[in-house]
């Protein structure tokens, strides 16, 4: 993950996703994202992310400029030994076609239907507005049919000062936690066919309950280095994940059903491609 509006080189993927009982929107799901940024572009860049959301709006975008260290807190808790890597919103009126703002080092561009993007472009400041394929807007309109789309538009100068990405939303499906990761970096459609090389980290977040979570070196419980304050609601306590590096996957995005972490499954990672189907991930391909 992820997709770029033009040539770029994306590593140390972390993705998160995991479901809360958010005590004012209720049954949610959250997804973090963070990568090691670097711009092959002359000009400004942007990466595209399609989210799996029932509806989304910019105050589903949670400011962690001040939490910066969340998800590597999250990748340090399943894996101890390893090195360091808004507002809210209420369930209102659907949100407009497009929406545009800033959020962090980005110009974010929030659309329902991505072929929309290209005419709010003139909202972006010039050093920011990336310039993009429709071929890959019109990807994305045919393969995620209905799901919001952010681009987030960023320039050389800001590539690698990104705080972690943490958004929420209600969920498409309540059986599947999906953590979007269908990958391209060179501004072109994804192939969706093809295979794409992995560098991720994918954290799931987990319940405290049953202890399997909670051995007695306590691998998995999350002790986050700044206190979380309002985005304590929306954080795991305890999360799981698995490492894929070094080798090749089919390009789609990430998937574990909602019965597997509750029943603590998590083991069971599938892939899930364009076209709907779910591929269980036996192993990490080399090619």
Not at 204 to 209: A, E, R, Y
Not at 241 to 251: A, D, E, I, K
């Amino acid at each position: 993950m992820c997709v770029s509006a033009a040539a770029a080189h994306f590593s140390d993927t972390v993705l998160y996703v995991g479901r809360v009982d958010h005590p004012v929107f209720g049954h949610i799901e959250v997804v973090g994202y963070q990568n090691t940024a670097i711009n092959l572009s002359r000009g400004p860049n942007a990466m595209l992310l399609h989210l799996p959301a029932v509806t989304m709006s910019p105050r589903n975008f949670l400011d962690t400029t001040a939490n910066r260290e969340i998800l590597a807190d999250m990748v340090r808790a399943v894996a101890p030994s390893s090195a360091s890597y808004g507002p809210m919103a209420s369930y209102g009126a659907p949100p407009a076609q497009v929406q545009v703002f800033e959020h962090d080092i980005y110009t974010v561009v929030l659309a329902i239907d991505p072929r929309s993007i290209p005419a709010a472009l003139d909202m972006v400041p010039p050093h920011r507005r990336p310039r993009l394929r429709r071929s890959l807007l019109k990807f994305y309109a045919n393969a995620y049919p209905g799901y919001p789309v952010a681009l987030c538009c960023f320039d050389n100068a800001d590539a690698r000062k990104a705080a972690p990405l943490l958004l929420w939303y209600p969920p498409r499906d309540p059986n599947w936690l999906v953590a979007p990761a269908i990958d391209c970096h060179t501004g072109r459609a994804p192939d969706p066919n093809g295979w794409v090389s992995v560098d991720h980290h994918l954290i799931v977040g987990v319940p405290m309950q049953p202890t399997r979570y909670r051995p007695e070196s306590e691998q998995g419980v999350v002790h986050y280095t700044q206190p979380a304050g309002p985005l304590g609601a929306f954080l795991p306590h305890c999360v799981a994940g698995r490492t894929f590096t070094q080798g090749h996957l089919p390009n789609g995005d990430f998937a574990v059903a909602t019965a597997d972490v509750q029943a603590g499954h998590l083991n069971r990672v599938y892939r899930r491609l364009v076209t709907g189907a779910l591929q269980p991930i036996q192993a990490v391909h080399r090619v």
